[in-house]
């Protein structure tokens, strides 16, 4: 009866701990997703009165060329991922080490984290310039006879916003790996190392099965991130070349922001979300961790 | 107890004092009207002119209380829209001809022609006519911009040029004779505004409720675009972009390309910033086109928003006819390099007249003062999601300049998503062009 009542208190204090957050939550994450949603099937507008309009934002958005487009290229932002999962884990090994100055490397990977994407426009556009540095260097190094249009090529627009989207990511996956590693107990890889197992052997079979639970966070947090793409695409292209570079998401911001159009843009948004939600719940099943 | 009843003797001389103080200064008039005016990229560099037109005002309008408030222009829409839902609008706002367009019919602007009176008559027409939707009035013009050519001598000279370009067809040729002479590019249309582009040069972008921008003249119009391309007579950077104006004034300043089609406030920039490109800058009419406008006309305007107290409408026309009077509109233009949208501050010998020493900006201005009579701002009006079909004209263009698609298979496949969605809607009044 005492243990029933102490188990009692203890939820009561822990929904008493909770409680402030939650309510921050409620109002200004749930409620508003919640209300969101529902707008996406009406035609709210700030100036007339609503009504229930149903699938017709749905409809409309799949009928329009540019979100179906942003679609796509929302999609094809998700090869990026498995390109920052492996280069994060390879710079975290790399600056894993002991060696000296390995500080300085690590903040300096991590300065585009905290850079912001106004900042990260500018330089990058620059960059990509058709008399920027990259042009030089591959014009240097013969790798092209003529400038190439990074932002204004149609072929190529998509790649350089990925590029800068992978860039700014890097360093964050990076730490997350970082810490994991660090995480790792030292004795498990001096026992296989007793056991004989080259480095390689140790890479593979202690430090990726001991990452796995990381991979799969960084993992899903790098496909939302992929699918949410739209802070560079703004910055660099506003949608274009010849809308390459429209992503879904910047279509929701386009309609809703730049338009007004709040249902259409809550309706992008919904369709984009489902797909979060989606592969988010596929990597949770098929990259969790098997405990034998 | 000395003390204390000092104290309070002190005390009864200060509050008699204070009293007697309050008695013999003057009252401050009582608040007839609060009217809160907002404009658009002012600050910093205009502050001290609209201070001084609030000061002045309130000072010969005693109980009149005037509030400015600038925001950028990219949020200007949001935060009026919201206010206006609100049920607290501003009094007045700066807005340009396409938004007004939409919020007239939205019925979100209050029609001004009763607080226009008399005064109707000092404006220049055309500014007032682009402000005329369904017979009514919707603004009271502050001030247009017209474009003029500005052209780089040295570019010039090297390409065996002499003079601006008197037509469109002139430029392109001009632009291809750059290229091919200096390896540089010889103009920067605004491609994104594609559809401005057509109707400037007479071509319908809308007819009887279905587009019509797929016709031999259209695509011929292309084709010249897609041929200086291919030449390299247009500058690639942004040259689709939906503001590619701090590009091309870039590229300008930065001696990359052979002219400029702007207004003349973006000769001031380039004086300042590039001193070296202004000292070799010529400036010339931009070319009227078929129609005889002058391309980039841009009015901007002061609406009176919907939900503005009618009992404050009057004290809002006074001031509105005040802001955007003779005086205020030539003081305005003085600063900015902007034209004066009436009649008698636009015939100010301070436009017309050129200084002994006139650099290039005060070129442009004699030179725009001239082209103003011809300026009008060129928009598709009356469209539902007008920018999401303009957006696949863009790209059809794009495809058809860039030599990625036929042209015309691509101004086809636009023309066929435009009737789709214009299909669909009610054109109440099928695309009044300008």
Known sequence: MKARSTLRGARMQAWIFLAPALTLLAVFSFWPVAYGSLLAFTDYSLVREMSWVGLDNFRYIFDNEMFVTGLKNSLKFLLMVPVVQVGAIALAVLVNNQLPGIAWFRAAFYVPVVTTVSVVGIMWGFMFHEQGTLNYVFMQLRLANAPLGWLTDDTLALFAVMFVTLWRGLGWYMVMYLAALQAIPKDMQEAALLDGANRWQQFWRITVPMLRPTIMVCSILSVLAALKAYQEVDVLTQGGPMNSTFTALYYAYDQGLKHLKLPRALAASLVVSSICIAIALACLRYLKPRHR | ?434
């Open chain 2, 1 to 434: 107890m000395k003390i204390r009843n000092l104290l309070a003797a002190s005390m009864a001389c200060v509050s008699m004092a204070a009293g007697l103080a309050a008695a013999a200064a003057p009252l401050p008039p009582a608040t007839t009207a609060n009217i809160e005016f907002w404009t658009f990229s002012m600050k910093p560099k205009f502050t001290p002119y609209f201070e001084s037109v609030v000061r002045n005002y309130e000072a010969a309008n005693p109980g009149v209380k005037i509030e400015w408030i600038d925001f950028p222009w990219d949020v200007i829409q949001t935060k009026l829209v919201t206010r206006i839902v609100a049920g607290t609008p501003p009094a007045l706002v700066n807005l340009n001809v396409p938004w007004a367009d939409e919020y007239a019919r939205d019925q979100l602007l209050t029609p001004i022609d009763a607080l226009l009176g008399p005064a109707r008559a000092n404006y220049i027409p055309g500014t007032l006519q682009d402000l005329t939707f369904k017979g009514k009035t919707y603004g009271f013009p502050m001030y247009s911009n017209v474009a003029v050519v500005a052209y780089n001598t040295q570019i010039f000279k090297a390409a065996g040029l002499s003079r601006g370009p008197a037509t469109f067809d002139e430029q392109l040729a001009y632009a291809r004779q750059i290229a091919e002479r200096t390896g540089k590019a010889g103009i920067a249309p605004a491609l994104s505004k594609i559809d401005g582009l057509f109707m400037w040069q007479g071509l319908s972008v809308i007819a009887g409720g279905k587009a019509v921008f797929n016709s031999p003249q259209h695509v011929a119009l292309v084709q010249k675009l897609a041929a200086t391309y291919k030449a390299g007579g247009l500058l690639k950077e942004s040259l689709f972009a939906e503001d590619n104006f701090p590009a091309v004034v870039d590229a300008y300043k930065g001696g990359r390309l052979g002219m400029l089609l702007a207004p003349p406030t973006a000769l001031k920039r380039i004086e300042a910033d590039a001193k070296d490109i202004y000292a070799i800058t010529g400036v010339a009419a931009a070319p009227l086109g078929p129609t005889g406008i002058a391309d980039g006309g841009w009015l901007i305007h002061f609406a009176v928003p919907k939900g503005v107290a009618p009992a404050l409408l009057p004290a809002v026309g006074k001031f509105a006819l005040y802001l955007t009077g003779d005086a205020s509109q030539l003081a305005f233009a003085k600063l900015a390099s902007v034209f004066p949208t009436t009649v008698k501050a636009a015939a100010d010998p301070f436009l017309l007249a050129l200084p002994a020493n006139a650099g290039a900006a005060e070129k442009a201005v004699a030179v725009g003062a001239v082209s103003m009579a011809h300026s009008h701002t060129l928009y598709v009006a009356g469209i539902d999601d007008y920018d999401e079909l303009r957006r696949s004209l863009v790209k059809a263009v794009e495809a058809g300049v860039t030599g990625k698609q036929d042209v015309q298979q691509a101004l086809d496949q636009a023309v066929a998503i435009w009737n789709k969605k214009l299909g669909k809607q009610k054109l109440a009044a099928p695309g009044p062009q300008r």
